[in-house]
């Protein structure tokens, strides 16, 4: 079946930067399209960042210029580069992956605290 593994999460002080990173294995090909989102708790989750197998990208309006997607389509892996954080960037950070078939697949998220 296939698996999503992040990594890269952690606590760092505002200002400061992190490297995401996200592989999907398994029962797939390529994927349609790999993102980034975040829980915050009591609130509901939300796009970070996005990136099809073309190269097109997302990002919500709050990391952009701070925050960069890339992706690597033959390892199908994604990066999440966030850099400048800010203590509103705090939040369970989630992978996902489309598939052009077989459905969407989520990780099991990795922690990002940033506060001095």
């Known amino acids: 079946q296939v698996q999503v593994v992040e990594s890269g999460g952690g606590l760092v002080q505002p200002g400061g930067s992190l490297r995401l990173s996200c592989a999907a294995s398994g029962h797939i090909f390529t994927a349609k399209a790999m993102g980034w989102y975040r829980q915050a708790p009591g609130k509901q989750r939300e796009l970070v960042a996005s990136i099809t197998s073309g190269g097109s990208t997302n990002y919500a309006d709050s990391v952009k210029g701070r925050f960069t997607i890339s992706r690597d389509n033959a390892k199908n892996t994604v990066y999440l580069q966030m850099n400048s954080l800010k203590p509103e960037d705090t939040a369970v950070y989630y992978c996902?992956?489309?598939?052009?078939?077989?459905?969407?697949?989520w990780g099991q998220g990795t922690q990002v605290t940033v506060s001095s």
């Open positions: 996902n992956v489309e598939l052009f078939v077989s459905g969407s697949y």
